[in-house]
């Protein structure tokens, strides 16, 4: 009981000075997490320069919980790119590898299909009924990048969200009742 | 100020700052690494071309693929992701390319093969302009690392004829 009680009492002590130093502090942590997140989409060009891969259909190539930092430019989707797309009227995109590519003369239409490299068949089992093809607007960014594990604090976190909960409130405390 | 709190965070920080740099070498260190592969394809039979009931063109093929790609191994390498493409251009279409088949090379002692096979994915056209058509045969690769930036090529193959007559 008596390290609550002290931490009680340290928060009881606090200066209003104090407690606005640390509002600022923990303002200042907030905001520059979303500087670094705006500005890496700015320089990707891509609308979420980071994903996690969530399931093992490009096994061994990226495991689950592997993190991938995509970029998004002009230049047109070719073979064997692995690339990001959304279904329409499905939340979670995908990360699979381009097998077919089908660029039609002078519009900048093209038809796309993908398929995971641990994968059987091709993708068109996992697009919207009917469709045949993925084109340019379902296609969120290419993967350039890969580094292994990190995201699994995402994955933990998702998925069994009380682990949130206790790192927020953890971490919470510590701003509230660190000095200095 | 030397509070348990702060030393933990102290290390955590300096570990992971660590980590992230030996990262960021580990990738830069690839680009080190001045690859010289070979390899060699050869078409050795159409066993079929026929219109499908739809109205597209599908060709089956027999090739033979033989490659070395270990230099594209570094210390960095998890796998070496290998296909071989088609393409060819047609009055619909000013691009087309089909992947014929792949593979996954996970070992370096791996990346020297050859491989009598047929087309792993089916040969089929956007409509119906197969007959007669050139198209060029191209083996790409893509390095995936154990951690870092990924790197892609490929080789240009010579090209093939398709025959004028469905078979």
């Not at chain 1, 303002?27 to 891969?53: F, H, N, Q, R």
């Not at chain 2, 027999?62 to 790609?69: C, G, V």
């Not at chain 2, 087309?119 to 058509?133: E, P």
Request: aromatic letters at 10%; one cysteine or more.
């Amino acid at each position: 009981m008596g390290w609550i009680g002290e931490q009680v009492d340290s928060i009881k002590s606090i200066q209003f000075r104090q407690l606005l130093t640390q509002a600022i502090s923990l303002g200042m942590i907030v905001t520059s997490a979303l500087i670094i997140w705006k500005g890496l989409m700015c320089v990707t060009g891509s609308e979420s320069p980071v994903v996690v891969v969530l399931s093992g259909s490009m096994e061994p190539g990226f495991k689950r919980g592997d993190i991938l930092f995509l970029h998004m430019s002009k230049d047109p989707i070719r073979v064997g790119e692995i690339v990001v797309f959304n279904i329409d009227g499905r939340e979670i995109p995908i990360v699979h590898r381009v097998i077919k590519v089908h660029e039609r003369p002078d519009t900048e239409e093209v038809d796309v299909l993908t398929k995971g490299d641990n994968n059987f068949g091709d993708d068109r089992l996992l697009y919207a009924q009917g469709q045949l093809w993925l084109q340019r607007h379902h296609i969120m960014g290419r993967a350039i990048g890969f580094l292994p594990y990190v995201g699994w604090v995402t994955i933990l976190m998702t998925e069994k969200p009380i682990i949130k909960y206790i790192l927020i409130g953890a971490l919470g405390l510590l701003v509230i009742t660190s000095k200095e | 100020m030397h509070s348990l709190g702060y030393r933990a965070n102290a290390l955590l920080t300096f570990g992971v700052t660590i980590l992230a740099c030996m990262c960021a070498i580990a990738s830069f260190s690839d680009t080190l690494n001045s690859p010289t592969p070979t390899a060699r394809v050869q078409v050795l039979n159409i066993n079929r071309f026929q219109k499908k009931p739809d109205g597209d063109d599908e060709v089956s093929m027999t090739l033979n693929i033989s490659a070395n790609l270990q230099s594209l191994f570094t210390w960095n390498t998890k796998q070496v992701f290998v296909f071989l493409a088609a393409e060819y251009e047609t009055p619909k279409n000013s691009l087309n390319q089909v992947s014929l088949w792949d593979n996954i090379i996970p070992k370096k002692e791996d990346a020297e093969f050859w491989i009598r096979t047929t087309n792993k994915y089916r040969f089929i056209d956007q409509g119906s302009n197969l007959r007669g058509r050139d198209f060029n045969l191209t083996l790409h690769w893509h390095v995936m690392p154990k951690t870092g930036k990924m790197f892609a090529d490929k080789l240009v193959m010579t090209g093939y004829r398709l025959p004028e007559l469905y078979r």
